[in-house]
């Protein structure tokens, strides 16, 4: 069995592709992507199939850090995601970025809590995209994991920190409702979250984790509450 140790290594081949370039990811900074390989969840709309189900990877922390060396003064920032990127002990990782002077920004399903606050009391990112898989009803008949209760812990600890970060969460509309989306959005503001609530829609690549099709039926945007400000993506 691997350990964070391990994992943390700066030769661990743990990340599964590397995207050089993205001015979508990160708002407002030119960036490339780090995709971590695993995942403790298995969504159903999930397209990164081969990267949830992967063991290993194809570059270790160093291949990453040498390619970034070229990147000084072209890229401002660095997405880590994955998979699920805070399954691994990244604060070594993070403060070799930090060092060549990049900004960094975590997209996490927010399940390994000791990991992310230690990033963010280490200073070592600037930015979070939380995804809010479902409402706590569905959430395991949508993430195939029993951890609303480790995502719950990590949204309050956000929500109370001056991290800049954004809620967000992927619909499929035969999966989510506009009853689901009106709940998440309920929650997020009883908790004090005061952002813009971002919904991704499905992207229909072809290949999913379920074997999804775009859906039949169109969401109803008129159903959403006025909540939260909702930005779609």
């Known amino acids: 069995m691997s350990t964070d140790k391990e994992n943390s290594s700066l030769s661990a081949k743990v990340i599964y592709d590397l995207t050089s370039f993205t001015h979508l990811d990160y708002p407002d900074h030119l960036s490339c992507i780090v995709w971590f ?5 298995r969504c159903d709309y999930c397209y990164n199939k081969d990267i949830v189900f992967a063991k290993d990877g194809k570059y270790s922390y160093n291949d990453i850090l040498d390619f970034l060396k070229t990147r000084v003064n072209l890229l401002e920032a660095v ?12 604060a070594p990782f993070c403060s070799k970025i930090k060092e060549l002077g990049f900004k960094i920004k975590l997209d996490t399903n927010g399940t ?17 995209a939380l995804d ?3 409402p706590v009803a569905k959430f395991t008949q949508i993430t195939h994991s029993n951890k609303f209760d480790e995502f719950s812990k990590t949204l309050d ?3 109370k920190s ?3 970060f954004e809620a967000r969460t992927t619909l499929h509309a035969e999966l ?4 689901d989306i009106n709940t998440i959005m309920a929650d997020l503001q009883e908790r004090g979250y005061k952002s813009p609530f971002y919904i991704q829609e499905f992207l229909d690549t072809g290949v999913n984790i379920a074997g999804l099709s775009a859906p039949k039926s169109k969401f109803d945007r008129t159903l959403l509450h006025d909540t939260l400000e909702v930005i779609f993506r």
Not at 123 to 128: G, Q
Not at 176 to 179: I, K
Request: glycine content about 6%; aromatic content about 10%; some cysteine.
């Open 132 to 134: 809010y898989k479902a």
């Open 112 to 128: 390994n809590f000791v990991h992310i606050k230690e990033l963010i009391e280490l200073n070592l990112l600037d930015y979070v």
């Open 162 to 164: 001056n991290i800049k």
């Open 37 to 41: 390989s695993g995942c403790n969840m």
């Open 176 to 179: 989510l409702d506009a009853n």
């Open 157 to 159: 600890y956000l929500i």
């Open 79 to 90: 997405v880590i995601s994955g998979g699920e990127a805070s399954s691994y002990e990244l």
